[in-house]
């Protein structure tokens, strides 16, 4: 009987030990960006899933590095990553050397509560063959409230009014966002930004343009950058991701306003890594579903990728304010906006990196 006893414990010590190890292999692994934005897809996407299914959900932050990691796994033949968020950009590049899996949206992902099926209900365009996206999330230019009084600015052009809106402005580093900002100023629609940029005569105004602030800028390398110097008024204009100029406005109390005229909005989302798409099919369609992209928005103030969570959108999780207003694809706010032209920057962006880079220097 002892010796039975003994069996029967060595035989539980291996079942528990074997259950043990397939919990860790079955626990999905998932890279994003780290802070405030990983934490929104924690609450929103990963602890619902977890409390559903019993599947533990593994935040690794290397999505700053998500496609080269990506390609270094499947070249050695060993994906230990199961979903990736990524850039559209980076995705395409992805799909391209078949890091990652082709995907059928209608089929993967969940229809609308309507029944409106997947591919006409997340923003037009924004799907490609191994990609679909979660976020919509913008690059704008906010100020100080407090450096203007009653003369408040509400649109690109103010910024580059350096007689009515007095005072040093803040831009990132890079010719992103800042060439397209500069055809705004100068009387070049929305809509027409790229076409215009596509041409030497239109990369030259737009210098020219920023030529007229370029003495007055204070350049940012940093996303921490621009909330500090409004903060501290070294600056009272500054290019910003939107979710940085909410946290510190919200929760940080800073009298900061957004500029969402001639707002650059990007997108940001899911690919699936070669081999992983049976592991994580049913996780992806509940992350991306019309509620859970809804629920994000409770913690962030990033846009839903889909037209059905728009009226999903509810509070902000602490602060109890109405989120709707601080979405980039809230109706007043996208009225202006600009798509970023992933393949203009992709063909074009590094001549343009060393013109900015000649320019500044001059």
């Known amino acids: ?120 209900d997340f923003l037009a365009g924004s799907l490609s063959e191994c990609f679909v996206p979660s976020i919509v999330y913008s690059n704008i230019v906010a100020f100080n409230s407090e450096m203007f009084g009653g003369n408040q600015p509400s649109k690109i052009q103010d910024v580059f009014d350096l007689k009515n809106f007095p005072g040093k402005r803040s831009l990132q580093k890079k010719p992103i966002n800042n060439l397209e900002w500069a055809l705004i100023a100068d009387g070049v629609a929305a809509a027409d930004v790229y076409d215009v940029l596509s041409t030497e005569q239109g990369v030259q105004r737009a210098f020219k343009k920023l030529d007229t602030i370029k003495d007055s800028v204070i350049w940012w390398e940093e996303g921490a950058q621009p909330p500090q110097l409004l903060a501290d008024k070294e600056v009272a204009f500054a290019s910003a991701y939107n979710g940085r100029i909410f946290n510190a406005a919200v929760n940080e109390k800073q009298p900061f306003d957004i500029i969402w005229d001639g707002q650059v909005f990007e997108l940001d989302g899911w690919v699936v890594p070669k081999g992983k798409m049976d592991k994580v099919k049913d996780y992806l369609r509940f992350a991306t579903d019309s509620q859970r992209l809804a629920d994000q928005a409770k913690y962030i103030s990033y846009g839903p990728a889909r037209n059905s969570s728009a009226a999903m959108v509810t509070t902000h999780a602490e602060s109890g304010i109405e989120m709707k207003p601080h979405m980039p694809t809230y109706g007043p706010n996208f009225a202006t906006a600009i798509p970023k032209d992933d393949e203009f920057w992709a063909d074009n962006g590094d001549e343009l990196a060393q013109r900015f880079n000649a320019w500044l220097a001059k």
């Open 1 to 120: 009987m002892k010796k039975l006893a003994l069996h029967v414990a060595i035989l539980a010590g291996f079942t528990g030990v074997a259950s043990t190890a397939m919990a860790a292999e079955e626990a999905l692994n998932v890279v994003s960006w780290g802070g405030a934005y990983t934490a929104s897809q924690t609450k929103a996407y990963h602890e619902p899933w977890t409390a559903k299914t019993g599947q533990k959900v593994v935040n690794i932050d290397k999505a700053q590095n998500g496609l080269s990691g990506l390609r270094a796994q499947v070249e050695s033949g060993n994906v230990t990553w199961d979903l990736v968020d990524i850039l559209p950009s980076d995705a395409i590049v992805a799909c391209d050397e078949g890091l990652a899996e082709p995907l059928d949206h209608d089929v993967l992902l969940a229809a609308a509560p309507d029944g409106t099926a997947a591919t006409k």
